[in-house]
């Protein structure tokens, strides 16, 4: 888990070793009951998991996350 402040986009992630997938996790809290989340969060996360489309692309997610929670739990997952 990493709901920190400057996250790129990521509450949490679970890799998948036996099936070789990665689980990516957003969540989103609304306290106003006559609010709805609507479609930019999905928009945004749908940007966010570009961010795992290639090695090249996790890399770059990596440097401009520097030493953040997610940084560090995609470095600790390798």
């Known amino acids: 888990m990493c709901d920190k402040s400057n996250d790129k986009g990521i509450d949490g992630i679970w890799v998948n070793e036996e099936d070789e997938s990665i689980i990516v996790f957003q969540s989103k809290l609304i306290d106003n009951p006559s609010k709805t989340t609507g479609d930019a969060g999905l928009r945004q996360f749908a940007g966010a998991l570009l961010q795992f489309n290639s090695v ?5 997610m990596i440097n401009a996350a520097g030493m953040t929670p997610v940084a560090a739990l995609v470095r600790r997952l390798d």
């Not at 090249?56 to 770059?60: C, G, I, P, R, V």
């Open 56 to 60: 090249e692309a996790l890399s770059a």
